[in-house]
């Protein structure tokens, strides 16, 4: 019987999709079988055993073949482009048979180095670009291997009202914390962001929390050649680096929670509720007053003992009950309690997704445009189930805004009014109707809200073939059913 791992590793390299009766066998490169085997495979030897045992021997656990191909496994699944040397995912795969041997001796023996990190580009919400740094394909194995030990050593030692980037945590948790303070009265938070916190991490701090867990010099040096690797603009100047943790590596988070659990720790010792999602984090007091003396202790902590920048525009002390924390905005309820509903950012977010989704020059078939919208849609609602039900009218004008923007593009596709009438028809649309939709002289914007068009498309038609985002929260969130017996107990 196969394990749960081996199958997640098979569907993993799959090179066809699984379908019907007559699939042929997925045809399997010597390297992915090479990875689906090592991967599986536990530590028998007795001297990686004996090494796995003492923590000074630590990178011999790290640097074994097995789990440097569980770590490839992991990074070939969370994709991602190539790095400096141009080498894709696909043939650092293939090439597992010779690549890992050769990484593991060169990992004990001291002369592994990293390459150089390609910096992109991306936009952010609020405005403005993130830095992204992408490591080589063999360095992102090494991070994630170095992960895969370290993550055990660290894991324990974390406090418990941290939950970015931890097993078995995450928004749900963060936000349930969260909604736990402000219903228990500390309804004041003080809002704290770190200015470019990923750039101005201390190399010699960071190295000093890890000394504190991992008794194996060589992985705090392995560590630090990490930090010390170049960066690679896209002009394709080369710059040093004396400090800061690169966004876009797998060790990346792990790193930026071992900087900030000194903060954790400190907050829990003067005896203040808070909860923090890797650099953002809100601390909740009882009063306006409170806040700001909170903020000015912490703020002065945060700049004086960990070396990091406040950025003073973003950080605030609001309330009572108005917090807004990784894309949702908690609020009183009309029943006293805590409602959760999407943010204004996050609400601009999605309308700027689906305008990009549904351009009203859509040349492709809706087939196509619904399975692309259906893909993001899930995801989104799987994230922000967390809203609660008295929540959910901006959920319902978006499935709204989302049918009408359908109807232009099935309007336009027409493109001629004489055209569109005759398809109004032909879906049992009245001729008065249908004339009114196809020859008024408005615009498409105005039109795919006419009758005629909704009778074409009604609403239950999107709801046979699009994800809706109500619907979806439902299924979600189901409501428990009380039983008659259980009611007439209560009515007793």
């Given at each position: 019987?196969?394990?749960?791992?081996?199958?997640?590793?098979?569907?993993?390299?799959?090179?066809?999709?699984?379908?019907?009766?007559?699939?042929?066998?997925?045809?399997?490169?010597?390297?992915?079988?090479?990875?689906?085997?090592?991967?599986?495979?536990?530590?028998?030897?007795?001297?990686?055993?004996?090494?796995?045992?003492?923590?000074?021997?630590?990178?011999?656990?790290?640097?074994?073949?097995?789990?440097?191909?569980?770590?490839?496994?992991?990074?070939?699944?969370?994709?991602?482009?190539?790095?400096?040397?141009?080498?894709?995912?696909?043939?650092?795969?293939?090439?597992?048979?010779?690549?890992?041997?050769?990484?593991?001796?060169?990992?004990?023996?001291?002369?592994?180095?990293?390459?150089?990190?390609?910096?992109?580009?991306?936009?952010?919400?609020?405005?403005?670009?993130?830095?992204?740094?992408?490591?080589?394909?063999?360095?992102?194995?090494?991070?994630?291997?170095?992960?895969?030990?370290?993550?055990?050593?660290?894991?324990?030692?974390?406090?418990?009202?941290?939950?970015?980037?931890?097993?078995?945590?995450?928004?749900?948790?963060?936000?349930?914390?969260?909604?736990?303070?402000?219903?228990?009265?500390?309804?004041?938070?003080?809002?704290?962001?770190?200015?470019?916190?990923?750039?101005?991490?201390?190399?010699?701090?960071?190295?000093?929390?890890?000394?504190?867990?991992?008794?194996?010099?060589?992985?705090?040096?392995?560590?630090?050649?990490?930090?010390?690797?170049?960066?690679?603009?896209?002009?394709?100047?080369?710059?040093?680096?004396?400090?800061?943790?690169?966004?876009?590596?797998?060790?990346?988070?792990?790193?930026?929670?071992?900087?900030?659990?000194?903060?954790?720790?400190?907050?829990?010792?003067?005896?203040?509720?808070?909860?923090?999602?890797?650099?953002?984090?809100?601390?909740?007091?009882?009063?306006?007053?409170?806040?700001?003396?909170?903020?000015?202790?912490v703020r002065k902590f945060i700049q004086s003992r960990l070396r990091l920048v406040v950025n003073e525009d973003k950080s605030s002390v609001s309330g009572p009950l108005d917090l807004t924390f990784l894309g949702f905005h908690l609020s009183a309820s009309s029943e006293g309690g805590v409602a959760i509903a999407i943010s204004p950012r996050t609400k601009e977010r999605i309308d700027s997704r689906i305008r990009e989704f549904t351009p009203r020059t859509w040349g492709q078939s809706l087939?196509?445009?619904?399975?692309?919208?259906?893909?993001?849609?899930?995801?989104?609602?799987?994230?922000?189930?967390?809203?609660?039900?008295?929540?959910?009218?901006?959920?319902?004008?978006?499935?709204?805004?989302?049918?009408?923007?359908?109807?232009?593009?099935?309007?336009?596709?027409?493109?001629?009014?004489?055209?569109?009438?005759?398809?109004?028809?032909?879906?049992?649309?009245?001729?008065?109707?249908?004339?009114?939709?196809?020859?008024?002289?408005?615009?498409?914007?105005?039109?795919?809200?006419?009758?005629?068009?909704?009778?074409?498309?009604?609403?239950?038609?999107?709801?046979?073939?699009?994800?809706?985002?109500?619907?979806?929260?439902?299924?979600?969130?189901?409501?428990?059913?009380?039983?008659?017996?259980?009611?007439?107990?209560?009515?007793?």
């Amino acid at each position: 019987m196969l394990s749960a791992e081996e199958r997640q590793l098979t569907f993993v390299f799959a090179d066809s999709p699984r379908g019907g009766k007559g699939d042929k066998p997925v045809d399997v490169s010597a390297g992915k079988a090479f990875l689906l085997h090592q991967a599986s495979v536990k530590e028998t030897n007795d001297s990686v055993t004996r090494a796995g045992d003492d923590p000074r021997c630590l990178l011999e656990r790290a640097a074994s073949v097995s789990n440097l191909a569980r770590a490839l496994v992991n990074v070939a699944r969370n994709k991602g482009a190539a790095g400096v040397d141009g080498r894709s995912i696909k043939e650092v795969v293939d090439e597992a048979p010779r690549l890992l041997p050769k990484l593991r001796r060169e990992l004990l023996s001291g002369a592994y180095r990293p390459g150089n990190i390609r910096r992109v580009w991306i936009p952010k919400p609020g405005g403005g670009q993130r830095g992204l740094g992408i490591p080589n394909v063999v360095d992102r194995v090494v991070q994630q291997a170095l992960l895969q030990v370290l993550e055990s050593l660290f894991e324990p030692t974390f406090h418990t009202s941290s939950h970015g980037f931890r097993p078995r945590r995450g928004a749900p948790t963060a936000i349930a914390e969260a909604k736990k303070h402000l219903a228990e009265g500390y309804v004041w938070t003080v809002d704290i962001d770190l200015s470019k916190f990923f750039d101005r991490v201390h190399h010699q701090r960071l190295l000093n929390r890890m000394a504190q867990q991992v008794e194996d010099g060589r992985i705090l040096k392995l560590v630090h050649r990490m930090l010390k690797a170049k960066v690679v603009l896209p002009d394709g100047t080369r710059t040093a680096t004396d400090k800061g943790t690169p966004q876009g590596g797998p060790l990346s988070p792990l790193l930026s929670n071992i900087v900030l659990d000194e903060l954790d720790w400190e907050l829990e010792r003067r005896g203040l509720r808070f909860v923090r999602y890797a650099d953002d984090f809100s601390v909740f007091v009882k009063s306006e007053r409170a806040g700001h003396r909170v903020m000015n202790s912490v703020r002065k902590f945060i700049q004086s003992r960990l070396r990091l920048v406040v950025n003073e525009d973003k950080s605030s002390v609001s309330g009572p009950l108005d917090l807004t924390f990784l894309g949702f905005h908690l609020s009183a309820s009309s029943e006293g309690g805590v409602a959760i509903a999407i943010s204004p950012r996050t609400k601009e977010r999605i309308d700027s997704r689906i305008r990009e989704f549904t351009p009203r020059t859509w040349g492709q078939s809706l087939a196509v445009c619904f399975e692309r919208l259906n893909g993001y849609l899930r995801g989104w609602t799987g994230y922000f189930r967390l809203c609660t039900e008295d929540r959910l009218t901006p959920l319902h004008k978006l499935d709204a805004h989302i049918r009408r923007r359908l109807r232009a593009i099935i309007i336009r596709q027409k493109k001629r009014p004489r055209h569109l009438f005759r398809h109004l028809i032909a879906c049992d649309v009245s001729l008065r109707a249908a004339a009114h939709t196809a020859y008024q002289r408005t615009g498409i914007w105005r039109r795919s809200i006419s009758p005629g068009i909704h009778k074409a498309y009604p609403n239950a038609w999107f709801a046979a073939r699009l994800v809706v985002l109500t619907d979806r929260w439902h299924v979600l969130n189901p409501t428990e059913r009380v039983s008659v017996k259980q009611q007439r107990l209560f009515d007793q």
